[in-house]
C-alpha cells in the first residue's frame, strides 16, 4: 500500500485529533456529571423515601464503590478488548445507570444504580487519559490532560446547574435521570472513535495501526517515526504486579501515587461535590439559595483550574501544591470557626460563603489537577499501568470513605470539628509534601525514572 495515497490533508488529520480529543475528554465530563448529580437530590431522595442520613451516605457512596471495581477492571479490560470497546462499555453502562437511577423504586436499587454508574466512570476515569495520551500527538499531550480535569470541573458544573433548575419542581427523578441524555450522545461519539494504534501494536495489528496513524498524523515521515518509536517503546513489556514484588524502588513509586491520591481525597473536597447543600443549609440558607451556591460552587471549581493550568510549568508542582494546601487549610478552619460561633447575621453568612469558595480555589489551582498529572510522571514505564492503576483505585476507595462518613461526623462531633479535622488534614499535606513530593517541572520522564530506580529519595527524583 502507498502510504501517501492513503494519507490525508493536514488539516483534515488535525480535525481527527481534535474531534478524537474532544470525545475522549468527554469521559471527562461523564466524570463530573457523575460527581455533581448528586449533591442537588439527595434531600428530595430523603424525603421521598423517608430515608436516614446514613442511607443517603450509602447512597451517595455506592458510586465510588463502583468506580473503585470499575478501575481495578479497567486496567485488565482496556487490554483485552481494547481503549476504544472499554471506552463503548463505559458509556453503555453509564446509560444504564442513569436511567435506573431516574427509574429507582427504593433506596436499594438507588443504591444498585449508582454501583452501576460507579463502574463505568471507573472503566472511563482509567481508559480515557490512557487513550488521550496514546492519540494526542506529543506537543499538545500536556494540555490534553489538563482538559481532561477542566471537563470533569465542568461536567460538576452542568450538573450543580441541572440540578438548581429542577429543584423548583423537586424532582429528584430527573436531576438523576436527565445525565443519560450527554451518556447516549457519548456514547455514539466512541462508537466513530479509532482504536489506540499503540494497542492495535500492542495486539500485533501492524496494518491497522498505520491505517489509524495515517488519518490522525496524516504526514507518513511522522507516522513511520511515531509506529517505530511505539515499537520499541513496547519491547518493554508492562510487568507491575512482578516488578511491584521484586523492586522496592518501584513499591516507592507506587505509594507515592497511593499517597498523592489519599492527600487529594483527604482535602475534604468531595464533602462539598457531594454535600454542598447541607453545608449551606447548615449556615441557615433556604433550599433554593443552597441550590444557587452550590451552582457558584461548581463555577469557582471552573475557573481557579485555569489557575493550576497557567501554573502548572511555570510554578513547578511542589509550590503549587504548598499555596492549595495553605489556602484550603485557612479556608476549612475559618469555615469551622464561624460554625463554632454560629452564624448569625446576613455578614456572617456571606463570609462563610465566601471562605467555601476560597477552598474550593486552594483545591482547584492545586491537588484537583497536579495530582493526576504527578501520578502519571512518577511511574516507570514497565510499570505504569500497574502504578497508574492502584492510585487510582485509590482516588476511589479515598472518595468513598470521605463521601461514607462526612454526615456521620456531622452527626458525631459537630460542624465545626468535622471542618477543622480537614483543615488540619490539609495542613499535614502541607509537611507530606515537602517530605515527599518531588518536583517535576521541566524534567523528562525517562530522568524521573532513573533517578527512581537509581534508589534516589522520593523527594529528589525530580532532580
Ligand atoms: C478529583 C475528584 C473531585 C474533582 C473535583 C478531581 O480531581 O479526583 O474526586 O471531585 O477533582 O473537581
Redesign the pocket.
Known amino acids: 500500500m502507498n502510504a501517501n495515497a492513503i494519507a490525508p490533508s493536514t488539516a483534515q488529520s488535525k480535525a481527527t485529533v481534535i474531534f478524537t480529543c474532544v470525545l475522549a475528554a468527554l469521559a471527562g465530563l461523564m466524570f463530573g456529571l457523575d ?1 455533581g448529580v448528586i449533591s442537588g437530590a439527595t434531600q428530595f431522595i430523603q424525603d421521598e423515601f423517608k430515608a436516614s442520613d446514613h442511607t443517603i451516605e450509602w447512597i451517595v457512596s455506592a458510586m465510588m464503590f463502583g468506580a473503585a471495581v470499575g478501575a481495578v477492571g479497567a486496567g485488565w479490560l482496556s487490554a483485552a478488548l481494547g481503549r476504544k470497546r472499554s471506552l463503548i462499555l463505559g458509556a453503555v453502562l453509564f446509560v444504564l445507570g442513569s436511567l435506573l437511577s431516574g427509574l429507582a423504586w427504593s433506596p436499594e436499587t438507588l443504591v444498585a444504580a449508582r454501583v452501576v454508574l460507579g463502574l463505568a466512570i471507573g472503566l472511563a476515569t482509567f481508559t480515557a487519559p490512557l487513550y488521550l495520551a496514546e492519540v494526542a500527538p506529543e506537543h499538545i499531550r500536556g494540555a490534553m490532560i489538563s482538559t481532561y ?1 477542566l471537563m ?2 465542568i461536567g ?1 458544573l452542568v450538573a450543580f446547574l441541572s440540578d438548581t433548575a429542577l429543584s423548583y419542581s423537586g424532582n429528584w427523578r430527573w436531576m438523576l435521570g436527565i445525565i443519560a441524555i450527554p451518556g447516549a450522545l457519548f456514547l455514539l461519539g466512541v462508537l466513530l472513535l479509532p482504536d489506540s494504534p499503540r494497542w492495535l501494536l500492542m495486539r500485533g495489528r501492524r496494518e491497522e495501526a498505520l491505517g489509524v496513524l495515517h488519518r490522525l498524523r496524516g504526514d507518513a515521515a511522522v507516522v513511520a517515526r511515531e509506529a517505530a518509536d511505539i515499537e520499541e517503546q513496547l519491547k518493554t513489556p508492562q510487568r507491575g504486579w512482578h516488578l511491584f514484588r521484586e523492586n522496592r524502588n518501584f513499591r516507592r513509586s507506587v505509594g507515592l501515587g497511593v499517597l498523592l491520591q489519599l492527600m ?2 483527604f482535602t475534604g ?2 464533602v462539598v ?1 457531594y454535600y454542598a447543600p447541607r453545608i449551606f443549609q447548615a449556615m441557615g440558607y433556604d433550599t433554593t439559595t443552597q441550590m444557587w451556591f452550590t451552582a457558584l460552587v461548581g463555577l469557582t ?1 471552573v475557573l481557579a483550574t485555569f489557575i493550576a493550568i497557567a501554573l502548572i510549568d511555570r510554578w513547578g508542582r511542589k509550590p503549587i501544591l504548598y499555596t492549595g494546601f495553605a489556602v484550603m487549610a485557612v479556608g476549612l478552619g475559618v469555615v469551622g470557626t464561624m460554625m463554632h460561633g454560629g452564624i448569625h447575621d446576613h455578614g456572617a453568612q456571606i463570609f462563610t460563603v465566601a471562605m467555601l469558595l476560597v477552598f474550593i480555589v486552594g483545591f ?1 489551582m492545586s491537588a ?2 497536579l ?2 498529572t504527578l501520578c502519571s510522571e512518577i511511574q516507570p514505564l514497565k510499570g505504569r499501568d500497574f502504578g497508574i492503576g492502584c492510585s487510582t483505585f485509590t ?1 476511589w476507595i479515598g ?1 468513598l470513605v470521605v463521601g461514607f462518613t462526612f454526615l456521620s461526623l456531622l452527626n458525631g462531633i459537630g460542624n465545626a470539628a468535622t471542618f477543622w479535622l480537614y483543615a488540619a488534614l490539609n495542613v499535614v499535606f502541607i509537611a507530606l509534601t515537602f517530605w515527599l513530593v518531588p518536583e517535576t517541572k521541566g524534567v523528562t520522564l525517562e530522568q524521573i525514572e532513573r533517578n527512581l530506580m537509581g534508589g534516589k529519595r522520593l523527594r529528589e527524583i525530580g532532580r
Do not use: R
Open positions: 460527581i480535569q470533569i470541573t460538576i487529594q481525597q473536597m468531595n461535590m471549581n482547584a484537583g489537577p495530582v493526576w482516588n472518595n
